[in-house]
């Protein structure tokens, strides 16, 4: 028997063991190449589309995501790779030990089995990457016949060959520990059952005898499969951190980032200003998700001026809760450096770089602001007249340390004492008090005016601001801010929902590694299962033993997973998350589905192996 | 066929194994009865397809033509859901290589089938201490199947072949893989188990079980030939 014919003659003679180790392999590889290639379509790429057009304090959360499940991907990848390799050649621990009995060199044995390894996993690479590549091509046009516009681009060649190379080693690697533990073993102990699976130590615990035979049965050979059980364990774990991250991340990141922009631009507010003006601020607060680019606009314009009548009439209407009076304008400002003290040697370091840009700065009066900004540092007092609060996005682009740093604006400095995630320009935003503001510029009225509408009597009382308005000059207008609102929050909700969609395929690769273990818990297990169908027990005991095993299996990586995706998520990716109670149900729902179906998938083996004559299973 | 034989009744039994293009006849119109205490051996070489027709008689195997009844009940047409309750309340099997459940102890091992057949927890504690006192193992309740000699795991299997105290006994070899000192202790057991008139079919070559019977079977190629006529 030569060398290679061995090995070609076991895997042929193994129809059904092969082809389901290829086709494992060739899943997960294919899963994991397609997440990468799809993913860096569907989320890096939406990344770097996003950077000019989310807030910068958006683009950092959303950014951490993408990178976390990318990294997460690739190891629910490697880690599933490792686990098939190792579970295809602990299946062959017993026949290793017989051709020992038989009187088999090592070498000649661990040349044999070594080079099925090598020719199943070579198999399996290849066809996952070809799989993985076609799955690519097919889901990015099925995607844009479907509308969405995902760039078609030309095959990353290098990041093909790196998960081939790092996933085919990986599997020969995990493959290779049970040959070569197993032919280092006396051949009496190779062939014991003891042996295979792992199963050399005593049964160390006691089970209390209230849980019955089926559950006590389910958890001893996990224990004593103790390698393989916490392999899979470590697998599972990483998927469902993975899963967590993605959906529990997705949904807490998507309402409270959602939440961030409801507040800031205000739930029931409409704007009251010039025409011109509402069509200017439209644009402003649309930036955010249309990336519209910013007109050349006079905002200090004599006829976009409210008139104080029209505030003092808006004040009598019962139906306004709430009258917001800004000045919005533009101006050149600059980045003046702060001093930082080290108290340990005594220095005084300069902190910024004296930047120059334009940006938006709006007047607002802090007691009558219907805003509630995200805010970082402290909010505007009316009675101080040269603080101010910027945007994120011009905090990150022109300031080291803004929180002890200082603007000037209209060649006057003000302390920057709070950063703000605001939609509006993008997070390109300076707040000044509205006296502060109109003394600088000169102008002393606004020229928008926000005002909050009681939402049970709405109709009514926005037919009165209107009649109002019109009555004091026809080119001012009412502008209801909510329809804007709804396009910036679908636009988050697009973003997040694409991010929940990639750990789909973890999932699924997830699932077939679980399938894999119960494979190798029925092989382990085959013989028991023939006696205690001969002793009487039903096909569905045999099945209940097995659900137990992967239920077990599952839950106990389900709870570590979870624990860590939420930690990762709420201490690392979101800071101040938003958890309502409805967060934690559809956060609840979707992971409870995901493990729902992964429990439902790995029955598959289970179900077909009790419906075997008992024969047939005791051979 | 005689009369009063009411336990098993065998009759023009077959069963062909398709291996490949190559069929094999382990049974060939194989007619049997077995009465109600009556202690049967079929004794035969290896291969002639006495564990095929113990197989059948139990339920776990189907024959391929012929009809096999058992306490009243054609096995051949019934399905699994019933089997597994037929065998679990009349059917005792003794297995040549044992086949313990290596994951419970020898008290487990000897209890779950009165489990499945929902005995009372109290009957069931009593009733493992008694039947491991019969065979000899009550020191050995809390070992695992691993920790027992070949001897002993066949005593714990029949421990667990009597647990639901089935009207029927079925015995693989039981002493095939033994040697002579421990077999002498299974030989005892299934003198008491005769003693105590239970129904009992053992294929074995062992002289001294084959002395214990009363109706001597033999089978060859297939082929069933009684040894009392």
């Known amino acids: 028997m030569s060398e290679t014919s061995f090995p070609m003659n076991d895997l042929l003679r193994r129809k059904l063991q092969t082809s389901l180790v290829v086709v494992s392999l060739t899943l997960c590889v294919a899963s994991t190449l397609f997440l990468l290639l799809f993913g860096d379509k569907m989320g890096f790429g939406i990344s770097l589309m996003v950077e000019d057009r989310l807030t910068a304090g958006l683009s950092t959360v959303f950014s951490r995501f993408i990178m976390f499940i990318g990294f997460l991907v690739f190891v629910v990848g490697a880690v599933v790779m490792s686990f098939m390799g190792f579970v295809m050649m602990s299946q062959r621990a017993r026949d290793i030990g017989l051709m020992k009995a038989a009187g088999c060199p090592n070498d000649l044995i661990f040349g044999y089995f070594m080079t099925e390894l090598l020719i199943v996993t070579f198999v399996g690479c290849f066809l996952g990457v070809i799989l993985g590549t076609l799955a690519d091509f097919a889901s990015t046009g099925l995607l844009n016949g479907f509308g969405l516009q995902i760039s078609q681009k030309p095959i990353n060649f290098w990041l093909v060959f790196l998960v081939f190379a790092l996933f085919f080693a990986l599997a020969l690697i995990f493959g290779a520990k049970p040959i070569l533990d197993t032919t280092k073993v006396e051949p009496a102990k190779a062939i014991s059952p003891m042996y295979n699976f792992g199963l050399s130590k005593e049964p160390g615990f006691k089970v209390i005898s209230k849980f019955g035979f089926t559950f006590k049965m389910a958890l001893r050979s996990l224990f004593r499969r103790r390698s393989a059980t916490t392999r899979i364990v470590l697998c599972l774990a990483t998927v469902f951190i993975l899963v967590t991250v993605a959906v529990a991340g997705g949904v807490i990141a998507d309402q409270t980032t959602k939440s961030w922009i409801e507040k800031a631009v205000g739930r029931d507010v409409v704007l009251i200003a010039h025409q011109e003006m509402c069509d200017q601020y439209e644009l402003l607060l649309s930036k955010f998700c249309e990336a519209k680019a910013e007109l050349q606009f006079n905002y200090t314009k004599e006829e976009y001026l409210i008139p104080e009548s029209l505030l003092n009439q808006l004040r009598s209407i019962s139906g306004i809760v709430g009258i917001d009076a800004r000045l919005v304008a533009k101006a050149h400002i600059r980045e003046v450096p702060g001093y930082v003290f080290d108290p340990e040697t005594g220095a005084t370091t300069s902190v910024g770089e004296s930047r120059e840009g334009e940006s938006l700065i709006v007047g607002i009066e802090p007691g009558n602001v219907l805003s509630e900004w995200f805010l970082d540092g402290e909010f505007l007092r009316e009675s101080q007249q040269e603080e101010a609060m910027i945007g994120d996005s011009l905090a990150q682009k022109m300031f080291s340390k803004p929180l002890i740093q200082t603007v000037i604006l209209f060649n006057r400095s003000f302390d920057v004492v709070g950063v703000c995630l605001d939609p509006i320009n993008n997070g390109n935003v300076t707040y000044v008090t509205l006296k502060a503001l109109q003394n600088v510029t000169g102008v002393s009225k606004p020229n928008i005016i926000m005002v909050r509408v009681d939402p049970t009597n709405r109709e009514e009382t926005l037919n009165q601001i209107r009649a109002n308005v019109s009555a004091i000059s026809s080119e001012f207008e009412v502008f209801e801010l909510n329809e804007v609102l709804g396009k910036n929050l679908g636009f988050l909700d697009y973003i997040w929902s694409t991010i929940m969609f990639l750990p789909l395929f973890s999932l699924a690769a997830a699932s077939l590694c679980l399938i894999g273990y119960v494979m190798l818990a029925i092989t382990e297990q085959r013989q028991e299962f023939g006696v205690l169908r001969a002793v009487g027990a039903k096909p569905r005991t045999v099945v209940k033993i097995v659900s137990g095993q992967s239920l077990v299996v599952l839950l106990s990586s389900c709870a570590a997973g979870i624990a860590f995706g939420i930690i990762i998520t709420l201490l690392i990716l979101v800071p101040e998350p938003l958890v309502t109670i409805y967060t934690v149900i559809e956060i609840a729902g979707w992971l409870l589905t995901a493990l729902a179906a992964t429990f439902i998938l790995s029955l598959y083996p289970a179900i077909k192996f009790a419906k075997k004559p008992i024969l047939e299973i005791m051979a | ?229």
């Open chain 2, 1 to 229: 066929m005689k009369t009063g034989k009411d336990v098993v009744l065998a009759s023009g039994l077959c069963k062909t194994f398709e291996i490949g293009d190559v069929k094999v006849e382990a049974l060939k119109d194989v007619n049997l009865g077995v009465a109600r205490g009556e202690f049967t051996v079929i004794s035969g070489p290896s291969g002639s397809g006495k564990t095929t027709l113990l197989n059948i008689i139990g339920g776990i195997d189907k024959p391929t033509s012929g009809k096999i009844v058992v306490f009243g009940k054609d096995l051949g047409v019934r399905d699994e859901d019933f089997l597994a309750n037929f065998r679990c309340q009349n059917v005792g099997f003794v297995f040549q290589s044992y086949n313990l459940v290596s994951t419970l102890s020898v008290a487990e091992n000897v209890a779950f089938p009165m489990e499945w057949a929902r005995k009372p927890e109290n009957h069931i504690k009593e009733w493992v201490e008694e039947l491991l006192k019969v065979v000899g193992l009550q020191h050995r309740a809390d070992h695992f199947p691993f920790q027992l000699s070949g001897g002993e795991q066949q005593r714990v299997a029949f421990a667990r072949a009597l647990a639901n105290d089935p009207p029927l006994l079925l015995v693989d070899e039981p002493t095939g893989n033994l040697d002579s000192k421990t077999s002498i202790k299974i030989v005892e057991i299934l003198q008491k188990l005769k003693g105590d008139g239970k129904t009992v079919i053992v294929a074995t070559h062992d002289e001294r079980i084959i002395q214990l019977a009363d109706q001597k079977l033999y089978l060859e190629d297939g082929e069933l030939v009684s040894l009392n006529e």
